[in-house]
């Protein structure tokens, strides 16, 4: 009996052990295989790349600020400053690849030095998430997401409207929007960033903070999905051809992406990290998604998640309308000190 019950003990430690080690070593493993097309990087970020064909020296740049790597090494100079990767820079077919830590270690650090790449916001387009019968994240406690990010798009237009920013709403009141709906307010407007407000959920109680997402890179399902010919006549409904030709239409669809992931990924990064500090709460960084608000507009999108409603302290303090205005005025002035 003391021996089985020993043995049972011993299957419970071990199997225990095993199950701990899977799990700390598993998203490890992922990011590992994870790797980014140089270009597209650049595209999103807005710098310039080169390569020597005969050094096989890359060089990446904007304003005056540049970056050099080396096909086959693992170190990237930036202003006479070695920054190693976890693995080497290759190049396969002529398309040149980079580990996963690239854009944090070189990209990030590279845009912040060189400052942003925006022109100045004169209408913005402002979605409070959610509404209607569609109540959004619900606290515990009762609390709906579509309430809580009515008040702070409603405060944050009208901080905009004081800084001489011509603001567009999608709702303004508590009703239902369809996602197609919402897009089609940016595909009408002649704006210069789509701004959406959400509030968060998790499963843990004690996740909290502030976080933004704009669009990450379109997979061959996304691309499909936006180029099919009723998008595009959705999108470019707008806009006067001579020839209403598709494959015109996807190549400018496709630079007008390309210049949307530079800019939307600049301001999701500012917003988050210059909101988060004045509101005090935790930078939970910028992030990439393919939301459909955020993939089937034109212009600039970012969408902010104002905090956790699942986190009783960051409830509490979104339910207070001084604190919903201090969020509302931290990102009006983030977005008009943005581009400065």
Same mark, same amino acid.
Request: charged fraction near 15%.
């Given at each position: 009996m003391v021996q089985s019950f020993r043995k049972y003990i011993i299957f419970l430690i071990v199997g225990f052990l095993v199950f701990v080690s899977g799990c700390a070593s598993t998203p490890y493993q992922k990011l590992r295989k994870q790797n980014f097309v140089l270009k597209e990087l650049c595209m999103r970020y807005g710098f310039d790349c080169t390569m &020597?064909? !005969?050094?096989? +020296?890359i060089k990446l740049s904007r304003k005056e600020i540049e970056a050099r790597g080396l096909i086959g090494s693992n170190i990237v100079v930036i202003e006479q400053r070695d920054v190693y990767l976890s693995k080497p820079i290759k190049i396969s077919r002529g398309v040149i690849s980079v580990p996963f830590d690239f854009e944090q270690r070189v990209?990030?650090?590279l845009s912040e030095k060189a400052g942003s790449i925006s022109k100045t916001f004169r209408k913005i387009i402002v979605d409070a998430g959610h509404g209607g019968k569609d109540p959004g994240a619900i606290s515990r #406690?009762?609390?709906q997401e579509k309430d809580i990010v009515l008040d702070i798009a409603n405060r944050l237009s009208s901080a905009l409207k004081k800084r001489g920013v011509f603001v567009v709403q999608t709702r303004d009141a508590d009703n239902f929007l369809s996602l197609d709906e919402r +897009? &089609?307010? %940016? #595909?009408s407007e002649n704006a210069d960033l789509f !701004?959406?407000?959400h509030a968060n959920i998790a499963n843990s109680f004690g996740v909290e903070g502030l976080e933004t997402y704009y669009l990450g890179f379109l997979n061959w399902r996304d691309k499909k999905e936006i180029c099919c010919i009723e998008k595009h006549k959705k999108m470019f409904r707008k806009?006067?051809?001579k020839y209403d030709n598709i494959n015109a239409k996807k190549i400018v669809l496709d630079m007008l992406h390309t210049y949307k992931q530079q800019s939307s990924s600049d301001i999701a #990064? $500012?917003? %988050?990290? $210059?909101t988060a500090k004045k509101i005090n709460t935790r930078n939970r960084g910028n992030k990439t998604a393919n939301?459909?608000?955020l993939k089937n507009t034109l212009i600039p999108a970012v969408l902010v998640e104002v905090g956790f409603l699942s986190n009783k302290r960051e409830e509490q303090k979104l339910k207070s309308s001084a604190y919903r205005q201090k969020i509302a005025n931290s990102l009006a002035d983030g977005l008009v000190l943005y581009t400065r």
């Open positions: &020597d064909s !005969i050094t096989q +020296v990209m990030v650090p #406690r009762g609390t +897009v &089609d307010v %940016a #595909r !701004i959406s407000v806009y006067n051809m #990064r $500012y917003l %988050a990290g $210059y939301f459909y608000i």
